[in-house]
């Protein structure tokens, strides 16, 4: 299994569609994960933390299932600002530099 | 309000030049990282240094050194550049205690070699 895995896409979500991005790792032992959004042409900026079971901030909801090994990204009530890519990042192990996964890329159509 | 900045934005270098990418962070953050990221690949870690003076090898070093003589600037060196080294290099921080933490990253320097 690859380090970080992630669904390239595209995913073409109609506004106020809800949507959900899975990404799959292989450390059984990594502790933290991160979602990073991506706009086109600029640089990646932390979305959420993912410590625990999950995090839910307005729209977005992170979900981690250890059990299965993968984290998940809903976004209710789609936004064209919303339109990006979403980056997986995980930590391999305790003090080794976050592992990116490829990304996912999230059109929203009016 | 925190900020990562890149020396260039474009650079457009010939084969076999020696080429410099400039990074500083004005966060007094520990760690410094550099990435290139390119269409299909994603983002892959080149070099990183948790301290000054300090560099560890990441997943792609191969035709790249760096540079860490003060805590805020991380330099990354192509010292002769190839044709599969056009790139967008992106350059991150982020504050000590292992590598867990948020990364801050700059806009970005796209390099073209011809």
């Known amino acids: 299994r690859k380090e970080v895995e992630q669904d390239p896409g595209p995913f073409n979500v109609p506004e106020g569609a809800t949507v959900a991005f899975n990404c799959t790792y292989s450390?059984?032992?990594?502790?933290?994960f991160f979602w990073y959004r991506q706009d086109c042409r600029k640089e990646p900026k932390l979305l959420m933390s993912?410590?625990?079971s999950g995090n839910e901030d307005g729209r977005f909801t992170a979900q981690l299932n250890r059990a299965s090994q993968y984290i998940s990204l809903l976004i209710r009530d789609s936004k064209l600002s919303d339109s990006a890519t979403y980056l997986c990042?995980?930590?391999?192990?305790?003090?080794?530099?976050?592992?990116f996964g490829k990304g996912t890329r999230l059109s929203v159509i009016a | 309000d925190v900020k990562v900045t890149q020396s260039s934005r474009y650079l457009v270098k010939r084969t076999g030049e020696k080429v410099f990418l400039e990074c500083v962070q004005d966060m007094d953050h520990e760690n410094m990282f550099w990435y290139r990221q390119d269409p299909g690949l994603g983002l892959r870690l080149i070099y990183f240094?948790?301290?000054?003076?300090?560099?560890e090898k990441g997943d792609i070093p191969e035709g790249y050194s760096v540079s860490r003589e003060k805590k805020e600037r991380f330099s990354l060196i192509l010292e002769s550049a190839s044709t599969n080294q056009t790139s967008m290099y992106l350059c991150?921080?982020?504050f000590g205690g292992g590598a867990s933490g948020e990364l801050f990253f700059g806009e970005g320097s796209r390099l073209t070699v011809l």
């Open positions: 240094s948790y301290d000054v003076k300090m560099k």
């Open positions: 990042v995980v930590p391999l192990s305790g003090n080794t530099p976050l592992v």
């Open positions: 993912v410590y625990s």
């Open positions: 991150a921080s982020s």
């Open positions: 450390n059984s032992a990594s502790q933290s």
